[in-house]
C-alpha cells in the first residue's frame, strides 16, 4: 500500500513534470472560439482533464482539481458616498454642457434666422434689377440702368449716330498779306433731325461757302452751309441737306457739380474720328479768357485735343451739358506741365443763342457800347473798390455815352442783377430786349450812382 501510494506520488509528479515541458492537444474545452488566445491547462474548467504518461500509453488519470478561490477585496469606507458625489458632479457638468448647448443653439438659430432673411432680401433686389434690366442691348431706349445713369460705353453707342467730324478749306494770310489756302478740322453735334448742326466759331473761322464737309460715324458726307456764328461765344451754326438724322438731347448744364462724370466724343487731332474721353466736372463758372474774349465755362479733366472742339460733352444720363472748346496745355512759369485742363461751353449759355443764329445769321442781343474788365479781389482790397466790371473806354454814340456812363466807373449792378465780374454783366444782358431801358448802379469816385440806360440791338461780332 506504501509502495502504491509512493508509484503514485512519483507518477503524479512525473505527469505534472510532464505536462509543464508539453503543452497538451488542443481542444474546445482549452480555447475560446474565435478568441485566438491559449487558455492556461491550470485553470478549472469544470470538466475532468486527461493526462497520459509517456511510459504508460494506455493508463489513465482522472483527477479532478480543486477549484481556486480568490478572497474577494475588502470594500473601503466611504466608497458610497465618493461614488453618489462622482455621480452627482457628473450629472452636473452633463446639465451644464445641455444647458449652455441649448443657449447657443437659439443664438445660432437667431442668427441663421437672420442672415436667411438678409440673403433673402437681396435675392429680391437683385431680381428687381433683372427685371428692370430685360431687353437691355435691343435699342437705345432701353440703355438706361436702375440708377438713370449710363456706362461711357452707353453714352457712346446712343449718342455716336449724332455726332460729326468737321472739315473745313480756310484761307489765311500771313505776315506778309499774302492769302494761302489750309484746312481745319473739328467737331460737332445734330441739332435737329433736318440738319441744323452746332459747333465751335473758331472751327470754321475763314472757311468759304461749300467747303465744309461733314462726316458722320457711318462714312456718309455732306457739304454744309454756315448758316451764322458768333466770335465772342464761339459757337456757330452749319445746316446739310438731310433729313431724319438723329438729334442730341439737351441737359441742363446748370444741374452739374463738381465730381459728376461727363464723357466727351469728337475728331480728336483731326485724324482719331469719333473718339471717346471720359473724366469729370473739375469745377464750374470759370472765367476763361480765349481769344481775347472772358467766357464762362465749364472745366473738366476729360481729355480734349485739337479737333475735339465743337464736339458735344455728355453727363452720365447722355444729355449733352457742354461745348468742348479749349484746354491748357504746355508748361507753367515754373517749368511745370500742365495736364488735365479743358473747358466746355455750357449748354444753359448756348440754347437761348440758337434761334437767333438760326433767324438773323448773329446773336441778336443787346449790347451797351462800353469797353471792360474784372476788378480783382487783390486791386479791390489795396484801394477798398467795391466788387464789379471795370469801364475802360466808353464808346461814343451808344447806350453807355448817353446814360452818363464814364471811364473808370465800376459797375456793380444792372437791372436788378447784382454785378461782380464780366460772367455776371454778359448773363445779366441776356435777360433784356433791345429798347428797354433798366436801371444800371456804378460807383465813381467813392460815391455810388444810380443811371438809367437804354440797351441797343447787337448787330454784329
Not at 472772358?294 to 444720363?317: E, K
Amino acid at each position: 500500500m506504501e509502495n502504491m501510494e509512493q508509484e503514485n506520488i512519483v507518477t503524479e509528479k512525473t505527469v505534472t513534470e510532464q505536462t509543464a515541458s508539453q503543452e497538451p492537444e488542443e481542444t474546445g474545452f482549452y480555447h475560446g472560439a474565435g478568441a485566438g488566445k491559449r487558455e492556461s491547462t491550470f485553470a478549472y474548467t469544470g470538466q475532468p482533464r486527461i493526462y497520459q504518461t509517456p511510459w504508460q500509453p494506455q493508463q489513465t488519470y482522472y483527477q479532478t482539481p480543486a477549484p481556486a478561490y480568490s478572497q474577494p477585496p475588502k470594500e473601503k469606507k466611504g466608497t458610497g458616498k465618493r461614488v453618489l458625489s462622482w455621480i452627482l458632479v457628473v450629472s452636473i457638468i452633463i446639465g451644464s454642457c445641455l444647458a449652455t448647448g441649448l443657449v447657443v443653439g437659439g443664438i445660432m438659430k437667431n442668427r441663421n434666422d437672420a442672415l436667411k432673411r438678409n440673403f433673402d432680401e437681396i435675392i429680391g433686389l437683385m431680381q428687381d434689377r433683372l427685371e428692370k434690366l430685360e431687353g437691355v442691348g435691343e435699342g437705345v431706349g432701353s440703355l438706361e440702368t436702375p440708377e438713370g445713369n449710363l456706362s461711357a460705353s452707353q453714352v457712346y453707342e446712343q449718342n455716336i449716330q449724332s455726332v460729326v467730324a468737321i472739315t473745313c478749306n480756310v484761307t489765311i494770310s500771313n505776315g506778309f498779306g499774302q492769302a494761302y489756302q489750309s484746312t481745319s478740322s473739328g467737331s460737332g453735334f445734330v441739332m435737329s433731325a433736318d440738319g441744323y448742326i452746332i459747333t465751335n466759331h473758331h472751327v470754321v473761322e475763314g472757311a468759304e461757302n461749300g467747303k465744309i464737309t461733314v462726316s458722320f460715324e457711318n462714312g456718309d458726307k455732306y457739304t454744309a452751309k454756315l448758316i451764322g456764328s458768333d466770335a465772342s461765344s464761339d459757337i456757330a451754326l452749319l445746316k446739310i441737306d438731310a433729313t431724319g438724322l438723329r438729334p442730341v438731347t439737351i441737359g441742363k448744364s446748370s444741374s452739374m457739380a463738381v465730381g459728376d462724370q461727363v464723357v466727351a466724343i469728337g475728331n480728336a487731332l483731326g485724324e482719331l474720328s469719333f473718339s471717346l474721353t471720359v473724366g469729370y466736372i473739375s469745377g464750374i463758372d470759370r472765367d476763361v479768357n480765349t481769344d481775347g474774349s472772358v467766357m464762362n465755362m465749364l472745366q473738366t479733366d476729360a481729355a480734349i485735343n485739337s479737333g475735339n472742339s465743337g464736339g458735344p460733352l455728355f453727363n452720365a444720363r447722355g444729355e449733352v451739358i457742354g461745348i468742348n472748346t479749349a484746354k491748357y496745355s504746355g508748361t507753367t512759369s515754373s517749368g511745370a506741365s500742365i495736364e488735365g485742363i479743358s473747358f466746355a461751353i455750357p449748354m444753359d449759355d448756348v440754347i437761348g443763342m440758337l434761334e437767333d443764329l438760326r433767324d438773323y445769321g448773329h446773336i441778336k442781343g443787346v449790347s451797351m457800347g462800353v469797353m471792360v474788365s474784372d476788378v480783382d479781389a487783390a486791386t479791390a482790397e489795396k484801394y477798398n473798390f467795391p466788387k464789379g466790371v471795370y469801364v475802360e473806354e466808353v464808346l461814343a454814340g451808344t447806350p453807355a455815352q448817353q446814360a452818363g456812363l464814364k471811364a473808370m466807373d465800376i459797375i456793380t449792378e444792372l437791372g436788378g442783377h447784382k454785378i461782380e465780374n464780366m460772367n455776371d454783366l454778359t448773363r445779366a444782358l441776356r435777360n433784356f430786349e433791345a429798347g428797354q431801358t433798366v436801371s444800371i448802379t456804378v460807383w465813381r469816385g467813392g460815391v455810388v450812382q444810380v443811371l438809367s440806360i437804354t440797351l441797343a440791338e447787337k448787330t454784329s461780332n
